[in-house]
């Protein structure tokens, strides 16, 4: 960062990467009222730049245009200019990234936008490189242009931000409208899976070409597929592209977690940034597939990318941090790669053939500069063979090599890393611990579940029940979106089921309260992305796309159908029903980008059923009703245990769970009941029992 200038107004805010552009010569404004009044007031156009701190291009951009005097000054002279951090102000760079898309096709950041002063848009792009480069218009030229069109044609840009704005709102309108008496039948589910299946590739996993994105949603509603109908297809897609990503560049092999997406379509060039999102979403699925399989390789990846955000990404306080950068000391992916040379000097003479036969490392290189990118290119069963060697000897020599490397490379100048903590992106990194502590028998992960879970409800809850969007060394930015509060709730669930502890529950049915309260559309159905208290923007967007993340309508249906399954209040299932029906052209046209909405539409035709195991917490039979409960993977299925030895807790759950009346420890025994509606199955205090009960249940409500 640049701190020759004078610091300009993002001094004061609290996101790393507003504060990368503090020392701009740029007069920036946060996004806010007080820019806004500047723009009416002297009616000037507003310059939009939206990006990340983790993102290799704002930073590229940063230097070449935001640091460069001319340019600031022609910024300065002829517009307001606002810096907006991508993943503080979602509902921001979500509708103006819509009317990039609608005006280029295409949309990417640094986002560049140009807005009238009541926020119209008219013109904007993607990244600019400073003058004129290979026919891309240089940032200079672009500025020049949009400042003349502005002061000599201002009724031109005027009608162009209005035909904008109304293609915005049909656009965020969810066009053509679901209607309220839609059938929500399970044959969607059966022509989504031959959509997404024709887009598969075949070769490396994964979908479509390069660049190459993970798609985590989609890869859980097919495992769902699979438990439903047992379709082999769905299950070995799913196989594959795990086992091609976890041997790719875009996993870490050394330290765990994955990168952004890759570069490439065989998973090898990755994008060298890493997202809390993406590892949240990805360890899901790898220990799901693991729940599906039993193979220990996806139980590898789950513990390896968990370990890596408790070690990396973890605030003392609890809370999760929001990504580490693509770039460090030396330019983008530098921490990241090898020549043959290190790695012969430090691994050793023994171990180097191995190690470099392992992870692919050829003299020339797959990367820049003769460097390489670590992967899995040959198995330690196939070094073995190829060296005559004894496999565990190989493994031995694998592990030891990974170890020093590891070592190493913690003394190399590490990724800054982006330390606020997001409440969506931390409800689902929440939702994953608790998942992977109780199927993992990982009581870790249980304790950072319950520490983050306590950090959110702690520090970025408001005063008024409601929640802040992120947070940061103590200050709070953005008031919370629906994805922060679907997100939250979504984890709070999941550590009640892995942890049984009454107050997750009752955290989760306070916040649906609020979130239905806040962003509910009465009217037409569904959920707004955003509080209508928030700065006036010319569009009230609904999210429907869950790409890359669940979008929050997504989440906040399949939130309202657990609860409903648990609390028994048939209006929330009514209202998850409603945003279904509004969605299901959505998901008809688009499955690949609707797959967590696929994965609740799944969960509503199931039909659900309920666990309920009545026992002391303590209690050795308990513990064996639980595990029986929690291990398999019965993605439809909501489960409560009543503790009678507990009073109190006992007391709170009834009122919440009106399924639990009449439910009894039989014979003084840890008990369990499958019910599905409001009919329940025979107690059992068998575990095998009670695992064929929830197994059995589920393949037949599915089918």
């Known amino acids: ?25 740029v007069d920036w404004y946060p996004w806010g009222e007080e820019a806004f009044e500047r723009a009416r007031r002297e009616n000037k156009p507003i310059f939009l730049s939206i990006g990340y701190s983790a993102c290799h291009w ?61 926020l119209k848009p008219f013109f904007g792009g993607t990244y ?46 969810i066009e053509p409208r679901g209607r ?69 560049g875009i996993y870490d092999q050394l330290g765990g977690g994955f990168h952004r997406y890759s570069t490439d379509a065989r998973w090898l060039i990755p994008h060298f940034e890493k997202m809390l999102n993406d590892n949240a979403l990805l360890a899901g699925v790898y220990l799901n597939a693991y729940r599906v399989t039993a193979k220990p390789f996806y139980e590898r990846i789950v513990r390896e990318t968990l370990d890596y955000v408790l070690r990396e990404m973890t605030d003392a306080q609890g809370g999760f941090y929001t990504a580490q950068d693509a770039d460090s000391a030396g330019g983008e992916g530098v921490y990241f790669v090898w020549t043959a040379e290190e790695i012969q000097a430090v691994v050793g003479a023994k171990n180097a053939d191995v190690v470099m036969r392992h992870f692919g490392i050829e003299s020339v290189g797959n990367f820049e500069g003769a460097k390489s990118i670590l992967w899995v290119a040959t198995t330690a069963e196939e070094v073995a063979k190829q060296l005559q060697r004894d496999v565990a000897e190989v493994e031995a020599a694998i592990a030891e090599g990974r170890a ?102 009752e955290g989760a049915v306070a916040l649906t309260e609020g979130m239905i309260a806040r962003f509910a559309d009465e009217r037409d159905g569904g959920f707004f992305f955003s509080e209508d208290k928030q700065p006036p923007m010319p569009v009230r967007t609904k999210d429907s796309f869950d790409n890359p993340d669940p979008s929050g309508n997504s989440m906040a249906v399949l939130d309202l159908l657990r609860l409903a399954e648990l609390t028994e209040r048939d209006p929330w299932r009514e209202k998850a029903l409603a945003t279904l029906r509004l ?29 309920v195991i009545v026992g002391a917490a303590g209690d050795a039979a308990t513990r064996a009703l639980i595990e029986a409960a929690q291990r398999p993977y019965a993605p439809n299925c909501v489960r409560v245990l009543a503790d009678p030895t507990d009073a109190a807790a006992f007391e709170r759950l009834q009122r919440l769970v009106p399924a639990l009346e009449g ?41």
């Open 180 to 248: 309220a008496d839609a059938e929500l039948s399970r044959l969607l589910l059966a022509a989504a899976f031959r959509s997404i299946a024709a887009s598969f590739d075949g070769d490396h996993g994964g979908f479509g070409g390069a660049p190459k994105f993970p798609q985590p949603t989609t890869l859980a509603f097919l495992l769902r597929y699979h438990a439903a109908t047992s379709e082999p297809h769905a299950l070995s897609m799913v196989e594959m592209t795990l086992e091609h990503m976890a041997r790719g």
């Open 663 to 703: 439910k009894k420890a039989v014979a003084g025994q840890p008990t369990a009941y499958v019910c599905q509606g409001r009919t329940c199955g025979p107690p059992t205090r068998d575990p095998s029992e009670l695992r064929r009960q929830i197994l059995s249940t589920e393949a037949k409500g599915q089918r």
């Open 128 to 173: 600019f490189p400073p003058y004129d480069r290979q026919g891309s218009p240089g940032f200079v030229r672009v500025l020049e242009e949009v400042a003349a069109v502005y002061r000599e044609g201002r009724d031109n840009v005027a009608k162009t931000a209005d035909e904008l704005t109304a293609a915005l709102r049909r656009f965020c309108d």
């Open 404 to 505: 020093a490397l590891l070592e190493l490379r913690r003394e190399r100048p590490a990724p800054a890393a982006d330390d606020k903590v997001l409440a969506a992106w931390n409800g689902l990194m929440i939702s994953t611990m608790a998942r992977a502590g109780a199927v993992l028998g990982e009581t870790r992960y249980l304790e950072a579940g319950r520490r983050a879970a306590d950090f959110a409800l702690t520090h970025i809850r408001r005063a008024d029940g409601g929640l802040w969007r992120s947070w940061r060394q103590g200050e709070c930015r953005a008031s919370g979106c629906l994805t922060d509060y679907a997100a939250l709730v979504g984890g709070l669930l999941d550590l009640h089921e892995a942890t049984f502890e009454p107050h997750w529950l």
């Open 583 to 611: 969605f299901l052209p959505t998901m008809a046209k688009a499955p690949m980008a609707t797959g967590h909405m696929l994965s609740a539409l799944d969960f509503c035709t199931a039909p659900p059923r309920m666990a």
């Open 58 to 118: 704002c930073h590229v951009m940063e230097r070449e245009s935001f640091e460069d005097d001319e340019i600031a000054r022609a910024l300065n002279e002829h517009f307001v200019s606002i810096k907006v951090d991508r993943e503080e102000r979602p509902e921001v760079d979500a509708l103006y990234m819509n009317a990039v898309q609608l005006m280029s096709g295409s949309g990417g950041w640094p986002l560049s936008v140009f807005l009238t002063p009541d």
């Open 1 to 25: 960062m640049n701190t020759d200038h004078t610091p300009n107004r993002l001094l004061h805010e609290t996101s790393p990467y507003l504060l990368q552009h503090a020392h701009n010569p």
